[in-house]
C-alpha cells in the first residue's frame, strides 16, 4: 500500500479527543469541583484504572446493565479477570478496606476524577471513554451527611453559574423496607409484561425496582399509577428521609422529590439523588447522582459500613455550560511570541524566550524561518497579548521592539529591559489589560 493510500486511523466509536478549547472547559470545572470538595473536608484519591472484573460484579451488581452489558473485560497475562473501571463508588471502597481506613477518623471523605469507560450506545454528552467527579463519605449513617454531599454537588453547580437545574430527590429504603414493596411492584406491572419493552420485561424478574426508572416509551406509561416505596416504607427509614429533607431544607437547598427515581445500580440503599436539567422529561441525561450505599462494602468481603457519594460527569457538565452559555473561554497557551528578522536573531529570540518563562510568563518563537508578516499574523491567531520583534540589526543597537497585539501601538526598548518591560504588564503570568 503506498503512502498515499495508507490508513488514517480514527478515535474508537464513542471516544474523541480532548482538545484545547474543550480542555480548558473540563479543568474550569474540576477546578470548581475541587474546591468545593476541599471546602467540605474531602481528601483525594485515586485508585487504579483496572480492577479484579469480580469487584464490579459484587458491588455494582450481577443483574446490572453495567456487568452485563457495559463493562471492558480482558485476561491479562497471569491469567487474572480485569476489567477497566466503569464507575469509581467500588474502586474507592476497595481502597478503603485494603487500606485501613477504617481505623481513621469516621467518615473518611474521599474525592476523585478519574476516567470511566462502559460500552453503551454513544449520544450527546455520553461516551465510552468519560470523565467522572465523585466523592465518598464512608463510615457513618447520618441524615446530616446525606444532605452535606447533595449540598456539595449542588455548590458545585452553583458556582459554575448553573441555574437551569433541579434536585431529584428520593428515598429507597433498606433491604427490609424493599423485601415487602417489590412483590406489590411486581404484582402491578406483571398484566403489562408483555407490553413493556424487552429490557424491561427481563428487569421485572430480577430487578423489577428498575423499571419505576425507566426511559422506554413503551414502559413509562405503566409507571403511572405504581406503588411507590415511599408510601411503604417503616418508620425508622421514613423518619431517616424526613431528617435528610428537613437538613436539605436547613441548608436552604431546594428539591423536587420524585418518588419513581431509583437509580440503576444495586448498591444503592435509602437516599438516592439526580441533578438534572430543570425542563427534564425523562428523557434528557443527568448530570450528577448519587445515592447512599450502606450495603456494598459488605458486599465486597468487608464489615457493614455505610456510605454516601454522588458521580458527576465532566463531560455532562460541559455540555450544560455551553447550553447556557457560560462555557469559559480557551485560554491562550502563549501570552508573548518573538518573531525575528535577519540572521543571528534567533539565539537572542531563545534567550528571551526563556527569561519570560523564568518569570511566569509563557512565551514561544515564531519557528520556521517566515517573514516577519507571517510571523505577526501567527502572533495573532496565537491569542498572545504581546510580539517581541528582535531584528538583527536592532540586536546589535542593543534593543528590540515590543507590539502590543490588541491596539498595535509598538514601541522600541533595551534588550536588557525587555523581560521587566513586559514582567510589568502581566500578574502572575496573566495579562492585565490598561484601565480606560
Not at 24 to 42: K, P, S
Not at 163 to 188: C, F, Q, W
Not at 328 to 354: C, F, R, Y
Amino acid at each position: 500500500m503506498s503512502s498515499s493510500q495508507a490508513r488514517q486511523f480514527q478515535t474508537p466509536r464513542g471516544t474523541r479527543d480532548l482538545l484545547p478549547d474543550d480542555y480548558a472547559i473540563h479543568q474550569h470545572i474540576l477546578d470548581h469541583a475541587r474546591e468545593q470538595a476541599r471546602l467540605a473536608g474531602f481528601g483525594f484519591i485515586e485508585p487504579p484504572t483496572f480492577e479484579q472484573a469480580e469487584l464490579f460484579a459484587r458491588g455494582v451488581g450481577e443483574g446490572t446493565d453495567i456487568v452485563e452489558k457495559e463493562m471492558y473485560i480482558f485476561d491479562d497475562r497471569g491469567g487474572d479477570r480485569l476489567a477497566l473501571r466503569p464507575e469509581g463508588t467500588a474502586s474507592v471502597c476497595r481502597a478503603y478496606l485494603q487500606h485501613g481506613m477504617a481505623n481513621l477518623g469516621q467518615p473518611v471523605k474521599l474525592a476523585y476524577h478519574l476516567p470511566i469507560f462502559r460500552y453503551e450506545r454513544p449520544q450527546a454528552g455520553r461516551f465510552r471513554q468519560h470523565t467522572q467527579f465523585g466523592v465518598e463519605a464512608i463510615g457513618v449513617h447520618d441524615a446530616a451527611l446525606d444532605a452535606e454531599v447533595i449540598d456539595l454537588g449542588w455548590r458545585i453547580a452553583e458556582t459554575l453559574g448553573l441555574t437551569d437545574l433541579k434536585i431529584l430527590l428520593n428515598s429507597i429504603g433498606d433491604v427490609e423496607d424493599r423485601r415487602a414493596y417489590v412483590p406489590m411492584l411486581k404484582e402491578h406491572f406483571e398484566p403489562h409484561l408483555e407490553r413493556l419493552a424487552p429490557d424491561d420485561q427481563s428487569r421485572w424478574d430480577r430487578a423489577p425496582m428498575r423499571l419505576l426508572d425507566s426511559k422506554d416509551e413503551r414502559t413509562r406509561p405503566f409507571q403511572t399509577d405504581a406503588p411507590v416505596i415511599t408510601d411503604h416504607l417503616r418508620p425508622e427509614s421514613a423518619a431517616y428521609y424526613d431528617a435528610v429533607k428537613s437538613h436539605l431544607e436547613a441548608l436552604g437547598i431546594p428539591y423536587e422529590e420524585r418518588p419513581t427515581l431509583v437509580r440503576g445500580l444495586d448498591y444503592y440503599t435509602h437516599t438516592v439523588f439526580e441533578i438534572v436539567p430543570a425542563q427534564a422529561d425523562g428523557s434528557q441525561v443527568t448530570v450528577l447522582a448519587g445515592g447512599r450505599y450502606d450495603g456494598l462494602i459488605e458486599q465486597i468481603g468487608g464489615p457493614p459500613t455505610p456510605g454516601i457519594g454522588f458521580g458527576m460527569g465532566i463531560e455532562r457538565m460541559a455540555h450544560q455550560l455551553r447550553e447556557q452559555g457560560l462555557a469559559p473561554d480557551g485560554d491562550s497557551a502563549t501570552d508573548v511570541l518573538i518573531a525575528t528578522l535577519g540572521e543571528g536573531a534567533e539565539i537572542a529570540a531563545t534567550q528571551i524566550a526563556g527569561d519570560l518563562r523564568r518569570r511566569g510568563i509563557a512565551a514561544t518563537l515564531a519557528f520556521g524561518g517566515r517573514s516577519l508578516k507571517a510571523q505577526l499574523r501567527q502572533a495573532d491567531r496565537s491569542g498572545a497579548r504581546f510580539a517581541v520583534i528582535a531584528g538583527a540589526r536592532d540586536l546589535t543597537e542593543g534593543r528590540v521592539t515590543i507590539r502590543d497585539l490588541r491596539t498595535a501601538e509598538q514601541r522600541q526598548v533595551a534588550l536588557d529591559d525587555v523581560v521587566g518591560e513586559l514582567a510589568g504588564e502581566f500578574t502572575d503570568g496573566a495579562y492585565t489589560p490598561p484601565q480606560d
